[in-house]
């Protein structure tokens, strides 16, 4: 039996392979490029009715489906794009946990201008595949529950996601309010042990919860900073939503209050203004509407007469 | 259609799925029957179990041949596997 060629037409298969030779040999710009190439290709294949034509003829070679042929080939038409998604997620994700932030970085990349072509709109959902990310790498949002080393790790894996996807909102969300949280607690434990100091000898408190408020006061600066740097991002304002948002500047505000660092202090109050010029005195810190700027200014004004 | 992935097939050993495919694994047709495809899984098999490897640049584990005949049996990972294999020899227009 003479075997049926297929047609010479784009073929995505033959830069997929291109582009799988090139991740091969450690070529990530040129595999990032023909992987590009590929999906895109494969985005017009899938759609084009000769495609289901040529798989039909092809099926038929396989020994005892020639009747089914057409439904084998509509099956592969149907799950092409899941296939290509779960590879490059997976890819993703394997690189993700060996620190391969490069690769990572050009699989995600990948799934991300996929999702945007109308093809695989349905198959490449991000905030699915986000979540997911959250899910494996135990990403949850129990700060408060969380003890000093596990918080560590937790935003040791949210940094890594972030380094590679700086859009992953719920990751974002989860980072901010663990930095917040920690300096939260750097700033109580300042204000103990200066009340210990002052008032001389309260009830000792256990090893844990000293071990876990000498820690936080240790982090805080990093925090700090690493948190501000999330903060800065253009478009964190819309990925992590106002209120948490918010949240995580009153935070910082407050830390840098704590630590004298006024000029600081007066940037964030800047910036919170900036951002949410209608809350100016509407709304008190923590009641879920916005910014109290008109409290942030008056406490300000008072730290920095006292400096 | 089966669960396993074309795209990810040996991907975990290190391997290029465009070159570590069934059909290369095997050294199989297109067209090839199911008896054929266990017949050369087996013959694949034993020269793993000797000790050989039957592809160059490529180390496979026993039992690798036996999985790449299962997969073969799923029509539709099967048609998938041929476009990977053999659709690079058409040439390309445009």
């Given at each position: 039996m003479a075997r049926p060629e297929f047609p010479a037409v784009m073929n995505p298969?033959?830069?997929?392979?291109?582009?799988?030779?090139?991740?091969?040999?450690?070529?990530?710009?040129?595999?990032?490029?023909?992987?590009?190439?590929?999906?895109?290709?494969?985005?017009r294949w899938l759609e084009d009715p000769a495609s289901l034509r040529v798989l039909e003829v092809r099926a038929r070679m396989i020994p005892g489906q020639a009747a089914r042929a057409r439904g084998l080939a509509e099956s592969l038409i149907d799950v092409l794009p899941e296939w290509l998604r779960d590879f490059h997620f997976e890819a993703f994700y394997q690189a993700l946990t060996t620190y391969d932030v490069p690769v990572a970085r050009m699989h995600w990349g990948l799934l991300d201008s996929a999702s945007r072509?109308?093809?695989?709109?349905?198959?490449?959902?991000?905030?699915?595949?986000r979540q997911q990310v959250c899910h494996r790498q135990q990403l949850t949002s129990d700060i408060e529950a969380t003890s000093?080393?596990?918080?560590?790790?937790?935003?040791?894996?949210?940094?890594?996601?972030?380094?590679?996807?700086?859009?992953?909102?719920?990751v974002l969300t989860i980072i901010a309010q663990a930095?917040?949280?920690?300096?939260?607690e750097a700033f109580?434990?300042?204000s103990r042990w200066q009340r210990r100091r002052n008032i001389g000898g309260q009830a000792p408190r256990s090893p844990a919860a000293a071990r876990r408020s000498r820690s936080a006061v240790l982090q805080a600066p990093g925090a700090a900073r690493r948190l501000r740097r999330h903060l800065l991002r253009p478009g964190a304002a819309d990925t992590l939503g106002r209120d948490v948002f918010l949240d995580a500047h009153e935070k910082l505000f407050r830390y840098y209050l704590s630590t004298s660092q006024i000029d600081d202090a007066r940037r964030i109050l800047r910036r919170v203004r900036r951002l949410s010029p209608a809350d100016d005195g509407t709304d008190g810190p923590g009641s879920g509407?916005?910014?109290?700027v008109r409290q942030w200014r008056r406490i300000l004004r008072r730290a920095a007469r006292r400096r | 259609v089966s669960t396993e992935n074309p795209f990810r097939y040996m991907w975990d050993a290190g391997a290029d799925p465009y070159r570590a495919h069934p059909f290369a694994l095997l050294g199989v047709l297109p067209d090839a029957t199911q008896a054929t495809v266990e017949q050369f899984a087996t013959a694949r098999e034993?020269?793993?179990?000797?000790?050989?490897?039957?592809?160059?640049?490529?180390?496979?584990?026993?039992?690798?041949?036996?999985?790449?005949?299962?997969?073969?049996?799923?029509?539709?990972?099967r048609l998938a596997f041929d476009l990977m294999a053999h659709w690079h020899d058409a040439a390309l227009d445009t």
């Open positions: 298969f033959t830069l997929h392979r291109e582009a799988f030779a090139s991740l091969g040999s450690r070529d990530t710009a040129r595999a990032e490029a023909g992987f590009n190439a590929a999906m895109q290709a494969f985005a072509l109308d093809r695989f709109r349905l198959a490449f959902d991000l905030a699915t595949m000093a080393r596990p918080r560590r790790d937790l935003l040791r894996r949210g940094e890594r996601v972030l380094r590679v996807d700086p859009a992953n909102a719920p930095y917040g949280a920690l300096l939260n109580d434990a300042a509407g916005g910014a109290d | 034993q020269l793993l179990q000797a000790g050989e490897q039957p592809l160059a640049g490529l180390t496979l584990q026993r039992g690798d041949c036996l999985r790449a005949a299962q997969a073969l049996q799923d029509p539709v990972l």
